[in-house]
């Protein structure tokens, strides 16, 4: 099993949407995945089209010491995922801190090696946004981080405050391509010697939140999207990446 973990550098900037379009076109290349909510806003659910009145998922069964993989479910496309869920008796949510969030994660992936998931089952992890200050979360328990930008002089001032960033990668999504400054920013971030920028950009797409009104990604409600075109190069770049991984361990 492979892990991937995907962060925002900042709320917002389109991670649960990577991850469910990430996960569903690996999942076309032939890949098994699992993609796992570990936000509490638990809206990759939506994605994968789950019915909003199911409450099950991860954080119910862990505090309530159910197995935490009897909460996965199965999109209509296939794609297993483990929704975040909601508690009956949800604790303010700085209560999800990092440090409880981490723990979880741990055991996860422990137990996740124990059950009888296809060996190359890669799995997805939607992480909280980076909050000012705070660590990366998963950075150390996966074997690719990738942190989300928008290609705006907010998040380039913001990634530049906090660079080196030696273990996250960056994915910059929502590129306006008529735009000269997203354009310039994205050129500058891809100059950059202390940030490693992935070679794929996704665009921006109005068929995408076009789509998550449908309860689907691009690759059902318009398959012929530049959104569609763009996460389907995304997948085959993480996955040849993992190749290299594979192959090095
Ligand atoms: N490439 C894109 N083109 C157009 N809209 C997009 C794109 N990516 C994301 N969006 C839209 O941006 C909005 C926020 O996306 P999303 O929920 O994935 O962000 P997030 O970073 O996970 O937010 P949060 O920090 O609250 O978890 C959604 O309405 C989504 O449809
Ligand atoms: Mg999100």
Redesign the pocket.
Known sequence: MKWIALQ?LK????????VAHLGEACHRQGRPVLLLDL?P?N?LRVYLGMPWEVRRGLVPALTSGTPWYQAAYRSATGVRFIPFGVESHPPAEQDYSRAVLRQWFRQIRREAEELQLPAQTLCIVDCP?LGPGEELLLQDLVELHLL?VNPDPGCFASLRQREPLPAAQVLI??LHAESRLECDLQDMLLASPTTRVLPVT?????H??ES?AWKQTVFQAAPASQ?AQDFALLASWVLSQLREVEHVS
């Open positions: 925002g709320g917002g900037v389109g991670t649960t949407t990577a936000s806003g809206l946004a989300v999504n929502r996704i665009q921006q797409d109005a995408v939140p998550l959104a």
